[in-house]
């Protein structure tokens, strides 16, 4: 599919299985991770983006094993976070097979890992993602360990941070509206888009593909992530792996 701006199905890896979250929360079974895959590839997305929900909140290092057949199964480029706290998990990663590398919860308690991993081997390998939660009186805070610790910091002040520190791209979550199907935060986005100069990935909402048109037109997004609309037929429907019809993005992305 030829489209400048990226659409990107993104999976949820949780204990070998695949979930879908809401805001976060109630992660319901979508399905088993290689077959995915195998599903996009026949649906020839452009990328895929793989996090593991756990990893990092239990201390543990990457599902090697899962993540290598993933990487022999898929034909698109694919990213990958979950557990990253060092260089050499880095390098590991991309030797793997994996072309990006997704830094959450170290971005912000180690941030000289992203420094070092864009020195060692390119801004373009690395991704830092920025979660964030609307508090009161519509304050956005950045929160860490998938949602569960807020780090006091503004969203458009930890993407210049990430920008700063060498990071290639920001994947932007608004937690209040991930598997929400209610549209993604442009606000939020655009925020963000307006201050950096690398390409920022909106996540979180997106139900229809207006939706994603939005974030671009609206929010100024470079890419789009989604998940509830790739891994259900629609909203309180059952599982179903699916891309959006290619004609019908290409129509609103470019309206």
């Given at each position: 599919?030829?489209?400048?701006?990226?659409?990107?199905?993104?999976?949820?890896?949780?204990?070998?299985?695949?979930?879908?979250?809401?805001?976060?929360?109630?992660?319901?079974?979508?399905?088993?991770?290689?077959?995915?895959?195998?599903?996009?590839?026949?649906?020839?997305?452009?990328?895929?983006?793989?996090?593991?929900?756990?990893?990092?909140?239990?201390?543990r290092a990457p599902s090697w094993d899962l993540l290598t057949e993933l990487a022999s199964e898929a034909f698109m480029p694919l990213s990958y976070g979950g557990?990253?706290?060092?260089?050499?998990?880095?390098?590991?990663?991309?030797?793997?097979?994996?072309?990006?590398?997704?830094?959450?919860?170290?971005a912000f308690d180690r941030p000289e890992l992203v420094r070092k991993a864009s020195d060692a081997y390119g801004s373009q390998a690395i991704i830092v993602s920025i979660d964030v939660r609307r508090k009161l009186l519509g304050r956005y805070e950045v929160m860490v360990e998938s949602g569960t610790r807020g780090t006091g910091k503004d969203p458009v002040e930890a993407a210049l941070r990430a920008q700063d520190l060498g990071a290639g791209e920001i994947l932007l979550t608004a937690i209040d509206r991930e598997g929400t199907w209610s549209g993604?935060?442009?606000?939020?986005?655009?925020?963000?888009?307006?201050?950096?100069?690398?390409?920022?990935?909106a996540h979180g909402g997106a139900g229809t593909v207006q939706h994603i048109g939005d974030a671009v037109h609206k929010?100024?997004?470079?890419a789009v992530?989604?998940?509830?609309?790739?891994?259900?037929?629609?909203?309180?429907?059952?599982?179903?792996?699916?891309?959006?019809?290619?004609?019908?993005?290409?129509?609103?992305?470019?309206?």
């Open positions: 599919m030829s489209v400048r701006t990226r659409v990107i199905p993104t999976l949820l890896l949780d204990d070998g299985g695949l979930v879908k979250t809401v805001k976060f929360k109630d992660g319901t079974y979508v399905g088993d991770p290689a077959n995915t895959v195998r599903i996009f590839n026949e649906l020839e997305v452009d990328e895929l983006c793989i996090l593991d929900i756990r990893a990092t909140k239990q201390r557990g990253v706290r060092d260089v050499e998990t880095v390098g590991k990663l991309l030797r793997t097979g994996f072309e990006k590398v997704i830094v959450n919860t170290s993604l935060d442009t606000g939020l986005v655009a925020q963000v888009t307006k201050r950096v100069t690398i390409p920022v990935i929010g100024g997004a470079s992530a989604l998940g509830s609309m790739v891994v259900f037929q629609g909203k309180d429907l059952g599982v179903l792996v699916n891309f959006p019809d290619h004609a019908e993005l290409k129509r609103a992305i470019r309206r």
